[in-house]
């Protein structure tokens, strides 16, 4: 069983940066890949991004390129969602999730690829 917490939501106003922190309660040996997902009201989650086990693969959403940059640090079981140039549209409750065992999720954006979720955390983009 993997425990994931988000952490790191808040209000910001458009244009601003924010950084998410997702902390798992243990890796194996090998960690796990990571995937950042997104849900707004009324709408279905979107996946944003998603990190390999060992940092070095990484997908992102066309929404998102350029200004959200993922990162991880395995030894402190955390994975960073540095978020910049935030728009209203990227308003939402942000979760992170991981597959069952430590492959890459193929395809990363597909909901039906994690196994462990987190609570998620809110982010609001306004003036």
């Known amino acids: 069983q993997l425990n994931l917490v988000e952490s790191g939501g808040g209000l910001v106003e458009p244009g601003g940066s924010l950084r998410l922190s997702c902390v798992a309660s243990?890796?194996?040996?090998?960690?796990?890949?990571i995937g950042w997902f997104r849900q707004a009201p009324g709408k279905e989650r979107e996946a944003i991004l998603c990190?390999?086990?060992?940092?070095?693969?990484?997908d992102y959403a066309d929404s998102v390129l350029g200004r959200f940059t993922v990162s991880r640090d395995n030894a402190k079981n955390t994975v960073y969602l540095q978020m910049n140039d935030l728009k209203p549209e990227d308003t939402g409750i942000y979760y992170c999730?991981?597959?069952?065992?430590?492959?890459?999720?193929?395809?990363?954006?597909?909901?039906?690829?994690?196994?462990?979720w987190g609570q998620g955390t809110q982010v609001t983009v306004s003036s």
């Open positions: 990190i390999s086990g060992s940092g070095r693969s990484t």
């Open positions: 999730a991981a597959p069952y065992g430590t492959w890459y999720p193929g395809p990363w954006h597909s909901v039906k690829q994690y196994d462990y």
């Open positions: 243990e890796f194996s040996s090998e960690p796990h890949a």
